[in-house]
């Protein structure tokens, strides 16, 4: 069975800190997805990144795609209180058809 | 605008009671599934459907069931409910399993 384990589970940061949030996995994928989720809200990708290594940054976001495409990180410089949400990693992947496999998410509150 | 149209937003039901959420979407998408969220667990899913009548069993289909009649159209069906189905329900579809995934707004269900 392939699983995605995010941490932190919770992060509640003051505004400006900065934050990183891990996405890791034993298996292999052949792309990672960053969505993020407000309430009463379904799921919004963020990014989508594809090569070993691959670096992608979405304004004060960073994105990194592990070298071996099993973890991934996400990192937001100086938090703002609207990047308050849910986080949540999917990882692509072939079990018999193409599927998205999801973390648990990382609940982050940003307090003014 | 593309979008993942799901109803009701919310429901309470009893035990036993049959129910039908519907999901909707206007992109063209093959590929759609129906997703439950739980707090610790994210998302898991439950069916989904690569083509018109082209539906499998995702990771918990326990309790549910789905049709895939025409290419928008993917509800979901709870024949006979049970409080271990309270839960957020989610809707997505997508290129193909592995691509960005558009979700609807979710339904939010409680099974008394």
């Known amino acids: 069975t392939q699983l995605l384990e995010q941490s932190p589970q919770f992060l509640s940061i003051q505004e400006g800190e900065n934050l990183t949030v891990y996405c890791n996995s034993s298996?292999?994928?052949?792309?990672l997805q960053w969505y993020r989720q407000e309430p009463g809200e379904g799921p919004v990708l963020l990014v989508t990144v594809v090569t070993g290594g691959e670096v992608k940054k979405l304004k004060r976001l960073t994105f990194q795609f592990g070298d071996a495409r099993k973890d991934s990180s996400l990192h937001i410089t100086a938090a703002q209180p609207g990047d308050t949400g849910l986080y949540l990693c999917?990882?692509?992947?072939?079990?018999?058809?193409?599927?998205?496999?999801f973390g648990a998410g990382t609940r982050l509150a940003v307090h003014p | 605008e593309a979008q993942v149209t799901q109803n009701p937003r919310y429901l309470i039901t009893v035990t036993g009671k049959k129910l039908t959420v519907t999901c909707s979407q206007n992109m063209n998408h093959e590929y759609m599934s129906w997703y439950r969220q739980d707090p610790g667990l994210g998302l898991r899913q439950i069916y989904y459907?690569?083509?018109?009548?082209?539906?499998d069993k995702g990771d918990v289909p326990e309790g549910y069931k789905v049709s895939r009649k025409e290419k928008r159209n993917f509800p979901l069906i709870l024949e006979s409910p049970s409080p271990n189905q309270t839960s957020l329900y989610f809707c997505a579809s997508s290129f193909d399993g592995g691509t960005e995934a558009f979700f609807g707004q979710g339904t939010r269900l409680t099974v008394v």
């Open positions: 459907s690569m083509n018109v009548e082209v539906t």
């Open positions: 999917a990882g692509a992947a072939w079990s018999g058809y193409n599927k998205l496999i």
């Open positions: 298996s292999v994928f052949s792309s």
